[in-house]
């Protein structure tokens, strides 16, 4: 699905309940305590979100929220490439292959008429684990040329935040509810490590793959902190320090 197809769907979903704001229901009224979700928004960056959602009181819900993507290139790569200005960098990025999961916990407070309407904030906790394949080039030399070497890094990166989502929801029919996370800030940590195995012992090749992790590690990359160490055997990648995200999206709602 492209952006224009994308903003247009988006555009017509915005009207449909806006108008549906506006009027007066013409469905009877019906008392659910339970819906589930799903981002639709999501599913064009190949991610797969829903929501299990459960009122608690008269304009208070809890809910958990499941994210799953396959595993596979970075999303929004080229927005990516376009904060870090290392070509080397960049082009490591390019073959990094990462999936994820992230399981999202929430109380919602809602301001419209009852609970599931309107206007509401939401404080979140979210715990996430990325898996990474990361196929790692580097050169050196050997007999005066010049070489070309990979070493495969895997593992997992675990990062854990706190925030605070805003957003509105609307009543579209008797069951139906459309949500809109208009803006969903968070900030946490980050730490794993990532590692790979190969013969090292060329003193060369090891110190030529040092000064490539090194060069990482010095690299813009936002918020994380990179520690990389070598040995005869293979190779380690530590990320740490602060993290933020950000939630959005148009979900589609079930209420029963």
Same mark, same amino acid.
């Given at each position: 699905?492209?952006?224009k197809?994308?903003l247009?769907?988006?555009?017509?979903?915005?009207?449909?309940?806006?108008k549906?704001?506006?009027?007066?229901?013409?469905?009877?009224?019906?008392?659910?305590?339970?819906?589930?979700?799903l981002?639709l928004?999501?599913?064009?960056?190949?991610?797969?979100?829903?929501?299990?959602?459960?009122?608690?009181?008269?304009?208070i819900?809890?809910?958990?929220?499941?994210?799953?993507?396959?595993?596979?290139?970075?999303?929004?790569?080229?927005?990516?490439?376009?904060l870090?200005?290392?070509?080397?960098?960049?082009?490591?990025?390019?073959?990094?292959?990462?999936?994820?999961y992230?399981i999202?916990?929430?109380?919602?407070?809602?301001?419209?008429?009852?609970?599931?309407?309107?206007?509401?904030?939401?404080?979140?906790?979210r715990?996430?684990?990325?898996?990474?394949?990361?196929p790692?080039?580097y050169e050196?030399?050997?007999?005066?040329?010049?070489?070309?070497?990979?070493?495969?890094? %895997?593992?997992?990166?675990?990062?854990?935040?706190?925030?605070?989502l805003?957003?509105?929801?609307?009543?579209?029919?008797?069951?139906?509810?459309?949500?809109?996370?208009?803006?969903?800030?968070?900030?946490?940590?980050?730490?794993?490590?990532?590692?790979?195995?190969g013969?090292?012992?060329d003193?060369?090749?090891?110190?030529?793959?040092?000064?490539?992790?090194?060069?990482?590690?010095d690299?813009?990359?936002p918020?994380?902190?990179?520690?990389?160490?070598?040995?005869?055997?293979?190779? %380690?990648?530590?990320?740490?320090?602060?993290?933020?995200g950000?939630?959005?999206?148009?979900?589609?709602?079930?209420?029963?």
């Open positions: 699905m492209n952006k197809l994308l247009t769907i988006i555009a017509a979903l915005t009207m449909t309940f806006a549906a704001g506006s009027k007066q229901d013409s469905v009877s009224a019906f008392r659910g305590k339970n819906m589930v979700k981002n928004t999501a599913l064009p960056l190949n991610t797969y979100s829903g929501i299990y959602e459960r009122a608690i009181g008269k304009k819900a809890v809910g958990i929220g499941y994210r799953h993507m396959p595993k596979g290139k970075l999303p929004m790569l080229s927005r990516i490439e376009s870090i200005d290392d070509e080397e960098t960049n082009a490591h990025l390019r073959n990094l292959k990462m999936g994820s992230s999202t916990p929430e109380i919602k407070f809602y301001f419209g008429k009852d609970v599931f309407r309107g206007f509401y904030i939401a404080p979140f906790g715990y996430s684990v990325y898996s990474l394949d990361w790692y080039e050196y030399e050997e007999n005066g040329a010049t070489k070309k070497e990979n070493i495969l890094l %895997k593992g997992d990166v675990k990062t854990m935040t706190g925030g605070l805003f957003g509105a929801q609307w009543k579209l029919s008797k069951r139906i509810y459309l949500d809109w996370f208009i803006i969903g800030p968070n900030a946490g940590s980050v730490d794993g490590t990532i590692t790979g195995t013969d090292l012992s003193p060369d090749k090891r110190q030529a793959l040092d000064d490539a992790i090194q060069d990482l590690a690299s813009d990359i918020f994380v902190k990179i520690e990389g160490e070598t040995s005869s055997t293979g190779a %380690k990648i530590k990320f740490s320090g602060p993290w933020a950000l939630r959005g999206g148009i979900n589609l709602g079930f209420r029963f």
